[in-house]
């Protein structure tokens, strides 16, 4: 006799749940899989011996594929769950799922998200530097936040502490949309004093993490999350950075993504948080200056383009602003 869940319905959602929870099977490989079969039920419809062959696959990765789908029914009362507890599942081919993240290979498949989605499909610029910032460091936040929500864009980060948290809090306290990205899973908030920020946060805006099981936030998980962070945005700005970090991160990844990079320009400021600042301007991250962020953000605002607004405002009259 059958049991109750085994009668579950199986939809797209739990299939896409069953491929990302595989062990060594990760965003590239399933987008692989997707463009050979077409649809993530056919991937799970194929033989051992098709997937086997396949180029970046074995007979091992073969077989945990075909063995996910026995979960199906556990994955589907995962999901009902979360929905219960305001967390939405988004797979890669729902029309919530963020547009700007699509292109990037590596972009997380299945997203968790706690508020709407749809906030990102404003312009979405991310803000993010050290949990240890200056004072100085916390003022230029303030000044750039304020006026990128002005401008109407919605401001990206990480919920960290320091430049994260003064970003998500400037945005909110001008009436703007934030949105944030974990390193672990949804069910809890990391740092947890950040509990009643990530509450205001989903309110109006949203909270996006890839775990959707329970998930610490590592160092590794909180370094690959910077991937989401500058996916979601046109540009990824670091306020204050050593020379090492999550910031530093987040701008490499943006450089990979061919997403727009820019740099708080410090000037001659003797601080290990200007260290980090001043390697990605050698390295060719735009220059963002203390003085002149008003400047700055009308130029970036006014461009259609972030190369374009890398012609004029690198090449053009601003220079001198530097």
Known sequence: METASAKLPETAKE?????????????VRIRYLLERFGTIEKVFEADLLEISRLPLFDPLLASKVLKARIGLADLH???????SQGIQIICLQDTTYPEQLKP??????????????????KPTVAIVGSSEPTEEGIRVTLELATLLVQADYTIASGLAQGIDTTAHLTALTN???????LGNDLMSIYPPENQRLAEQIYQS?????EHIFPTVPSPANLSVRNRIISGLSLATIVVESAASGGAMRAAAFAREQD?????????????????GTRQ?????????????????????TKSD?????QATYVQGEQMDLF
């Open 77 to 83: 009362q995962h999901i009902e769950w979360y929905e």
């Open 280 to 300: 990605l301007i050698k390295s060719g991250a735009v220059a963002a200056p203390v003085e002149g962020l008003a400047d700055f953000v009308e130029a970036f």
């Open 104 to 121: 990037i290979s590596n972009a997380p498949v299945v997203l968790a998200c706690r508020g709407n989605p749809r906030i990102i499909q």
């Open 175 to 181: 009436g703007g949309l934030t949105c944030a990205v």
């Open 259 to 275: 997403r727009f990079v820019c740099a708080i320009d410090w000037g001659n400021r003797d601080h290990l948080m200007a260290v």
């Open 15 to 27: 299939f896409w749940l069953a491929l990302a929870s595989v062990e060594g099977i990760g965003p």
């Open 205 to 209: 805006g949203a909270i996006f993490s």
């Open 305 to 309: 383009s972030t190369p374009e607004f």
